[in-house]
């Protein structure tokens, strides 16, 4: 994967100032860049659990299926938000223990009493009334959608001051910035390997029992256990990020120099003004990245939001509410998709690792884009595929000697699901490089734009956002319309796919390369 941030401020007309700080001293740079990139582990480790396990947990709470993608709606709303905000004051911060690192701290507080609140729902949810029968436990429910709020807003808010300790631990070396966004990359692999394997695992509520009560089952358990898991993870890196990475305090009076400008006269501009600024002066080709990236992801979502209950669904054929053969069912069915994941993220790992000999051998950007794309799309199709295969098998065992529909899938159809989700790690690790890279060359080539770099990357976040909000405002109410079916939202995801593969072959500029 590719992160590419410019964080200086720009102004509307695209001018940089110098921004007002003490270096930070390192007598062993890299050693830092690798300790503070160590949190991306940390944060991606939950962002995982979320994924692979909260959706289906929802289910077990009595969310109906339709309104499940509302629920997911915190995540693209407090990134448009929070990190851009967060940034912003962090680069003012004139606390005596640095700008970055306050944050930091209050993010993991934030964080860690936002998952306390996802885990202990259930329980939280039987002490205030709610019954114990399978339903609707209203506030267990309302409990956990707090905490999916606090723990998405302080994920944001550790992301943001984190990236920007990088490039100041860098002070100013392009190569040192490189190392450190490359190895912010290798730590998200990791905490996503970690965080699915741990969905995976069946029995992990063991290693603390008291999890299990009489309202939180052993699925609940298991998740409840995970986070408590994250609680101690984020606590021991920030721990050491605190103690061994050290920030000057900002001087009070730089920070009135940044706010009155260049020239000592005239005050900076807004972080609105200069967003109103770039959006009226994207140029053509930036403007085909944000409408192709836009797409990719509306073809990204339904997968992302729905994949481990696809699995536990469609695939095996299990309920989250139902007879306890039926749960058992379902959990069986997320369990394999949470291992599943962990294939798709090694896949992920090893395509981004190999992106500049793949740029090279097909020749062009936007014959990679449009092929990604094209795979994605077709993936998103071999799910009716799989679907039908393991429907198949259910209703074969059900006329035979069997009597009972509910059995796992076999053979064929685990190795067809497993290869979906390793492949789905191709396009993905396109979708993780392509889009950031052309827009750091868009915005310094002055023939194709003259948006600042900084201000690019924040309107690409744009495109990523606020496709998120469409397909979670959409996807539940389709879904409901075809029987809470997760395959019409992957038909709207693979279309949009497709459509964006084309885009990016066809319009695209046909010199544009990343090395």
Request: charged share 15%; proline share 5%.
């Given at each position: 994967?590719v992160f590419?941030?410019d964080p200086r401020p ?5 001018y940089?100032?110098t921004?007002?700080?003490e ?11 690798a300790i503070v ?10 962002w995982?659990?979320q994924?692979?396990?909260?959706t289906?947990?929802t289910?077990l709470l009595?969310?109906q299926h339709?309104?499940v ?6 995540g693209p ?9 967060v940034?912003?004051?962090?680069d003012r911060c004139t ?8 944050f930091i701290v209050a ?5 860690s009493?936002g998952?306390l609140l996802i885990?202990?729902?259930?329980d939280?949810g039987?002490?205030l009334?709610?019954s114990?029968?399978s339903?609707s ?6 409990c956990?959608?707090?905490g ?7 994920n944001?808010i550790?992301?943001s001051?984190?990236?920007a300790?990088?490039a100041?631990l860098s002070e100013?070396?392009d ?10 990359a290798?730590y ?16 992990i509520y063991?290693?603390l029992?008291i999890t299990k009560?009489?309202a939180?089952d052993?699925?609940?358990a ?6 408590l ?14 103690v061994?990475?050290k920030e000057?305090?900002l001087?009070?009076s730089?920070?009135m120099?940044?706010?009155q ?10 972080l609105?003004?200069q967003?109103s600024?770039?959006?009226r002066?994207i140029?053509?080709?930036?403007k085909i990245l944000y409408v192709i990236?836009a797409l990719t992801?509306?073809?990204?979502f339904?997968?992302?939001?729905y994949?481990?209950d696809?699995m ?12 306890p053969l039926q749960?058992k069912?379902y959990?069986q069915?997320v ?6 994941l962990?294939f798709?993220?090694a896949m992920?790992g090893v395509?981004?690792?190999?992106m500049?000999?793949?740029l090279r051998?097909l ?5 990679v ?5 094209m795979?994605?799309a ?10 039908k295969?393991?429907?198949d098998?259910?209703?074969?065992a059900?006329?035979?000697e069997n009597?009972?529909?509910l059995?796992?899938?076999?053979l064929e159809?685990k190795?067809?699901?497993f290869?979906l989700f390793?492949?789905?790690g191709i396009p993905?690790a396109v979708?993780y490089?392509i889009?950031?890279?052309l827009?750091?060359?868009y915005?310094?080539n002055?023939d194709t734009g003259?948006?600042?770099?900084g201000l690019a ?8 956002v ?9 996807s539940?109410p389709l879904?409901?319309l075809?029987g ?8 709207m995801?693979?279309?949009a796919?497709a ?6 072959m ?5 010199n544009?390369?990343v090395q």
């Amino acid at each position: 994967m590719v992160f590419i941030e410019d964080p200086r401020p720009h102004s509307a007309d695209s001018y940089v100032q110098t921004e007002p700080h003490e270096p930070v001293v390192t007598s062993n740079p890299l050693k830092k860049l690798a300790i503070v990139a160590s949190i991306a582990a940390g944060v991606q480790y939950g962002w995982a659990l979320q994924l692979s396990l909260l959706t289906p947990y929802t289910q077990l709470l009595g969310v109906q299926h339709a309104w499940v993608s509302f629920v997911w709606l915190c995540g693209p709303i407090s990134g448009l938000v929070f990190q851009p905000t967060v940034g912003y004051h962090s680069d003012r911060c004139t606390s005596r223990f640095g700008r970055r690192r306050p944050f930091i701290v209050a993010g993991a507080i934030l964080l860690s009493f936002g998952v306390l609140l996802i885990g202990f729902a259930a329980d939280i949810g039987r002490l205030l009334g709610d019954s114990l029968i399978s339903g609707s436990k209203p506030r267990a429910v309302a409990c956990f959608v707090l905490g999916f709020w606090i723990l998405d807003i302080a994920n944001n808010i550790i992301q943001s001051p984190c990236r920007a300790l990088l490039a100041d631990l860098s002070e100013g070396n392009d190569a040192m910035v490189t190392i450190g966004n490359a190895l912010f990359a290798f730590y998200m692999a990791v905490g996503n390997i970690l965080g699915y394997a741990a969905g995976a695992y069946l029995n992990i509520y063991k290693i603390l029992p008291i999890t299990k009560t009489e309202a939180c089952d052993i699925y609940c358990a298991n998740l409840k256990t995970c986070f408590l898991i994250s609680i101690l993870l984020i606590a021991v890196i920030i721990t050491l990020v605190c103690v061994t990475v050290k920030e000057e305090r900002l001087d009070p009076s730089n920070l009135m120099q940044y706010k009155q400008g260049v020239n000592g006269e005239e005050e900076a501009p807004s972080l609105l003004t200069q967003l109103s600024t770039a959006i009226r002066s994207i140029s053509k080709p930036m403007k085909i990245l944000y409408v192709i990236t836009a797409l990719t992801w509306v073809g990204w979502f339904p997968f992302i939001l729905y994949d481990t209950d696809w699995m536990g669904k469609e695939v095996f054929g299990g309920s989250p509410v139902g007879d306890p053969l039926q749960i058992k069912m379902y959990d069986q069915g997320v369990r394999e998709g949470s291992l599943g994941l962990i294939f798709y993220v090694a896949m992920l790992g090893v395509v981004s690792l190999f992106m500049e000999p793949i740029l090279r051998y097909l020749g062009s950007v936007r014959r990679v884009w449009g092929i990604g794309n094209m795979i994605l799309a077709a993936c998103m199709g071999l799910t009716f595929l799989i679907t039908k295969m393991a429907e198949d098998a259910r209703q074969t065992a059900l006329n035979n000697e069997n009597g009972s529909a509910l059995i796992p899938p076999p053979l064929e159809v685990k190795a067809s699901y497993f290869a979906l989700f390793t492949a789905l790690g191709i396009p993905q690790a396109v979708t993780y490089t392509i889009p950031f890279a052309l827009a750091s060359i868009y915005s310094n080539n002055s023939d194709t734009g003259q948006v600042s770099q900084g201000l690019a990357l924040g309107l690409l976040n744009l495109a990523i956002v606020i496709p998120q909000m469409l397909v979670a405002l959409i996807s539940g109410p389709l879904d409901s319309l075809f029987g809470s079916s997760n395959l019409p939202a992957f038909t709207m995801g693979g279309i949009a796919a497709a459509l964006g593969g084309i885009l990016a072959m066809k319009m695209l500029p046909g010199n544009d390369s990343v090395q």
